[in-house]
């Protein structure tokens, strides 16, 4: 790749505090069952963020730390939490406090979901309050609501995650004009997430301009995980080189 | 990129006597008027054809190859030709006998184009009879109509360009379900064509299973040609991996 466009892909989409975000692929790992598949994940993806939780509620088993950092560079990852397990306000406060008070993390990826494992914009907005004033940088959750992203974008949240699709589901981006607007319009980095199912969907998002995309199930659910996550990180690179080149503009619905 | 993924992307996916195709992004350079900006396109692009021409009917200018000659190193690309300026099979026929009998050319993009500059695929089996009789590899350009795609590789075509929506439109793959399946049954290589206006395009037609996708104008239109080539080359590799990652499938229509 040339200069020009390494400078491009490699320039940081956001900063907090010390660290600096360049990789515009992030991935979920706490779905794996192998510490050793979760190594090799993180390094295909080329991704620099670590995420972790815990299960306030023991709802779910997850792989341990101790086992992780056998196969993990952990050092050389930024890590950041998630209350993914949350199904109240209240349980991801839990898992945040968890998280601040026994790993030091105080950036939060920050999930209230429903039953039926959509965003909660309405208790979201309530706990990213919280998390807020007690100095956490967060980064929620949300389905694409115009109105709720200004609102959250406005009490200073580092970041928006925008739901292209329900989780685990592999549908891609459901409404691309939507987020698009979104987007344009939110002056703090966006991930999209929620059913990217695979490669053209991540590339797709990141062409309607989001700074960065957020994968899990696509990589679990594909016959060869490593393949796919190697495959997420070159449509990355090529959808936001597409996003700066400034694409073409189709020529309207096909008669 | 790891040994495995580059075997993947780099590994022949067509072989006509001793030329080995192997980058999987194939680049129309007919619309461009200046050659250095040809000769960056190509080597951004990491595309390994050289495409031309002659316009029998004169009705358009085209660079001349003593001036690409200053800008691209020529003998290091898979000369092909292309009759896409033609409008008759009678011209796409004057078109191959030229460019065979002034360049030594073999290997032939059949192109014959109605007046709405779509494929006409009658015109183009009864072309493609003639030039495989001549001896000419041919890769015709067709609507994607299952019939007529098996009437062509039975004629023992090299490969089958599949149209994925008009020429110049922009508008990606209208019928991504019915592509698919022509591609799944082609026992030749397929390249999937027209319409792929941005990078998100180029990695959805490798997704479904084609062997390498051609872009022209998508890159002309672009505010920034050289970003959208490279954009492309990474899609197309995105692409790849993610098929042969053996993606998971979507959960159905979003309800």
Same mark, same amino acid.
């Given at each position: 790749?040339?200069?020009?466009?390494?400078? @491009?892909?490699?320039?940081?989409?956001?900063?907090?505090?010390?660290?600096?975000?360049?990789?515009? @692929?992030?991935? =979920?790992?706490?779905?794996? *069952?192998?510490? %050793?598949?979760?190594?090799?994940? @993180?390094?295909?993806?080329? /991704?620099?963020?670590?995420? /972790? *939780?815990?299960?306030?509620?023991?709802?779910?088993?997850? @792989?341990?730390?101790?086992?992780?950092?056998?196969?993990?560079?952990?050092?050389?990852?930024?890590?950041? $939490? /998630? /209350?993914?397990?949350?199904? %109240?306000?209240?349980?991801?406060?839990? *898992?945040?406090?968890?998280?601040?008070?026994?790993?030091?993390?105080?950036?939060?990826?920050?999930?209230?979901?429903?039953? %039926?494992?959509?965003?909660?914009?309405?208790?979201?907005?309530?706990?990213?309050?919280?998390?807020?004033? !007690?100095?956490?940088?967060?980064?929620?959750?949300?389905?694409?609501?115009?109105?709720?992203?200004?609102?959250?974008?406005?009490?200073?949240?580092?970041?928006?995650?925008?739901?292209?699709?329900?989780?685990? %589901?592999?549908?891609?981006?459901?409404?691309?004009?939507?987020?698009?607007?979104?987007?344009?319009?939110?002056?703090?980095?966006?991930?999209?997430? =929620? $059913?990217?199912?695979?490669?053209?969907?991540?590339?797709?998002?990141?062409?309607? $301009?989001?700074?960065?995309?957020?994968?899990? *199930?696509?990589?679990?659910?594909?016959?060869?995980?490593?393949?796919?996550?190697?495959?997420?990180?070159?449509?990355?690179?090529?959808?936001?080189?597409?996003? !700066?080149?400034?694409?073409?503009?189709?020529?309207?619905?096909?008669?």
């Amino acid at each position: 790749m040339a200069i020009l466009e390494r400078e @491009l892909v490699d320039s940081p989409w956001l900063e907090l505090g010390d660290h600096c975000f360049r990789s515009r @692929l992030i991935v =979920g790992i706490e779905q794996y *069952t192998s510490a %050793s598949l979760v190594g090799d994940i @993180l390094q295909a993806s080329g /991704t620099e963020v670590f995420i /972790t *939780t815990v299960d306030p509620d023991r709802h779910r088993s997850s @792989l341990l730390l101790s086992d992780l950092a056998d196969y993990v560079p952990l050092d050389r990852y930024i890590w950041i $939490g /998630t /209350t993914s397990f949350a199904r %109240s306000a209240r349980s991801a406060l839990r *898992t945040a406090w968890i998280l601040r008070d026994n790993y030091g993390i105080r950036i939060m990826k920050l999930d209230v979901r429903d039953e %039926s494992n959509r965003p909660d914009n309405w208790q979201t907005i309530e706990c990213a309050r919280e998390l807020l004033a !007690e100095g956490f940088e967060i980064m929620p959750f949300i389905l694409p609501v115009p109105e709720d992203a200004r609102v959250l974008e406005e009490m200073g949240c580092a970041a928006l995650r925008l739901m292209a699709s329900p989780v685990a %589901s592999g549908r891609g981006i459901v409404d691309p004009c939507g987020l698009q607007e979104i987007i344009a319009r939110c002056r703090v980095p966006t991930i999209v997430e =929620g $059913g990217l199912g695979s490669a053209v969907h991540a590339a797709h998002a990141m062409e309607l $301009g989001a700074s960065a995309v957020l994968v899990n *199930t696509a990589l679990v659910k594909a016959r060869e995980p490593l393949l796919m996550a190697a495959a997420m990180r070159q449509a990355v690179d090529a959808g936001r080189l597409a996003y !700066e080149s400034g694409p073409m503009r189709a020529d309207g619905p096909v008669d």
